[in-house]
């Protein structure tokens, strides 16, 4: 595929569903507003953004990050970028037996803050150590493209769930990293559970970058489609769970060292892959940009950019 190029840095896209490296950034440095808006651009093209070979610091990660919307401070306080909370370490290395970071962030597929009213837009990460075996990374990402499955359902599908609304649970994934994957996570207490309510959001949703349409539902938090009777509501989610989850649809991404991994909540759902050993070890710092640039509080659309459309 051939690498494009504009004015500020190159795009070189994947040949596969998602991806693509953004050469010639340095992410430390202040980027311009077009700059951004290019970037912005590219994030709905491509869905998955690689940037190699950076060296950044936390507040410079945070500063950048920024530039795309409002940043999220996880309530639970842990595992935050000391003076900066914006950041969390994504780690399952220890000090003298102290976790560093959450050892088990994203293993399972899922679309982040899918259970909260306000959504995710982009996440942003920073490999700073990178577990290899025989000279392959381990822990990479795989993402699934919602732009692709939603083109590729079947008709009588669309016009089915076109409209509906799904129930997203918070404690769904919890629990299922609990009982299914052996996480070491306490159970959520009543006041978690309490804090962290499930909400509804449409099962398809107009990308408002790419002005298309996108599957918006996912296999971790996508509880039931609301007003439906439950024997229905599962076979459709199991349908599109199954259906998302093809192997056309995946891309992953192989971390190196200084890579920044940039991807959009509304057109991918992704999936931490937990192939490394407790003596292999990962750290990575994340920052997640919420989607108040799009959405306003009660989940209403804001007039987008057509620029953002190009």
Known sequence: ??????????????????????????????????????????????????????????????????????????VANNYQEPGIPEVMILSNMLDNGKPLG????????H???????????ANVLYGIKIPFRDGVSLGNTVFCNMHQAYEELPKPLKEKINGATATHDFSKFWDKMRMEKGSPRPPLSPAQKL???????????????TKKRVLYANPGY???????????????????????????????????????LMWDNFGTIHNAVADYLPHEHRFIKRCQVMATRFF?????????????AA
């Open 1 to 74: 595929m051939t690498t494009l190029t504009s004015s500020h840095f190159e795009i070189k896209p994947s040949t596969q569903t998602l991806g693509a490296q953004i050469l010639g950034l340095d992410l430390s440095k202040a980027l311009s507003h077009d700059c951004i808006e290019a970037l912005m651009r590219a994030l709905g093209t491509h869905g998955v953004l690689s940037f190699p070979k950076q060296t950044l610091s936390a507040r410079e990660l945070a500063t950048f990050s920024a530039r795309f919307g409002e940043l999220e401070i996880n």
């Open 102 to 109: 959450i050892a088990d962030a994203g293993q399972d597929w």
């Open 111 to 121: 679309t982040d803050m899918s259970y909260s009213k306000m959504i995710a837009f």
């Open 195 to 209: 804090a962290k309510p499930p909400v509804s959001h449409p099962l398809t949703m107009l990308h408002p970058i």
């Open 222 to 260: 996508a509880m039931s489609i609301d007003g439906m009777q439950a024997q229905e509501s599962q076979e459709i989610l199991d349908r599109l769970f199954e259906h998302q989850l093809q192997k056309h649809l995946q891309y992953k991404h192989h971390w190196q060292e200084g890579d920044v």
């Open 296 to 308: 306003n509080d009660d989940g209403s659309p804001k007039t987008f950019p057509p620029a953002w």
